[in-house]
């Protein structure tokens, strides 16, 4: 059974009112908007919840309760979106290579590619900080990349690599061969990102959200917060910090947090709050 897509409830969760012809503009308006819209986070691993992918389970999740998301959740519900306004996007796994080299990172990324008047797209709005926030041209534009650009696209040999240029040198972000994956291959990646042991995403606290002036992060207390020229870091002193910084940059009401244990957090693996 297909689940129906609520067009409406989507536009109204991301603020968009723009156009819905199945344009280059129109995919960058809505990749902007929901990433400033949807956070990218990963706060039901941290509270021992599974994370499904079924998309009724996602409208209920990042739609209708206004949470977020990591990039299995955030590019299966975008991927729908767009479909429903007639683009026809392909699905692809990554290695993150922004921690690990490529032998050492499995597929556990999400991202997907889509054809607009005879070119071809990356679209990547669930790669939380470092996620461009425009269609990326599938061209290959070498290490340095075109001047002015954040992201662009190398190729080496078979493998497609998405840089980037968020810090004072390029960089690689992840790497793909393009291969056209099944929902059943993310739900195999989803399941040990979300529950080995070994998984970034069971052992660190994450969250991202873009504003119209920069964008605010945390990793496990950490938080940086980016406007304009300026970048601000802070540390969260406790979980009741937690749960005013999603409240007041993020959205979010999480009065569950108040007791989350995060691994790599010592200090709230007991019952400090």
């Known amino acids: 059974m297909t689940t129906a897509f609520d067009l409406d409830a989507y536009f109204e969760r991301i603020c968009w009112k723009g156009d819905t012809l199945p344009s280059l503009e129109t995919l960058d308006g809505l990749m902007r908007a929901h990433m400033r819209h949807i956070p990218f986070e990963n706060l039901d691993v941290q509270l021992g919840r599974p994370v499904r992918l079924d998309l009724d389970s996602l409208q209920q999740k990042l739609v209708r309760s206004r949470r977020g998301g990591y990039c299995f959740e955030h590019m299966t519900l975008f991927a729908a979106a767009i479909e429903a306004l007639g683009f026809q996007p392909a699905r692809h796994s990554a290695r993150v290579l922004l921690m690990s080299p490529r032998q050492q990172s499995p597929r556990t990324h999400m991202f997907l590619t889509v054809a607009v008047a005879g070119e071809t797209y990356v679209l990547d709005p669930g790669f939380g900080g470092p996620a461009p926030m425009f269609p990326v041209p599938l061209v290959d534009c070498g290490t340095s990349g075109p001047a002015g650009t954040t992201h662009w696209m190398y190729r080496k040999d078979n493998d497609w690599i998405l840089r980037h240029r968020l810090g004072s040198e390029p960089a690689d972000a992840w790497v793909s061969t393009l291969e056209h994956e099944l929902a059943v291959d993310f739900e195999v990646a989803n399941h040990f990102t979300a529950t080995h042991p070994g998984s970034p995403f069971v052992n660190n606290l994450f969250l991202s959200l873009f504003k119209p002036d920069g964008r605010v992060s945390v990793?496990?207390?950490?938080v940086t917060v980016r406007q304009a020229d300026q970048t601000r870091s802070t540390l969260?002193?406790?979980?009741?910090?937690?749960?005013?910084?999603?409240a007041e940059q993020f959205d979010l009401d999480l009065p569950e947090v108040d007791g989350l244990s995060v691994p790599m957090i010592s200090e709230w693996n007991g019952t400090e709050t």
């Open 219 to 222: 990793m496990n207390r950490y």
């Open 236 to 246: 969260l002193t406790d979980r009741a910090a937690l749960r005013t910084l999603l």
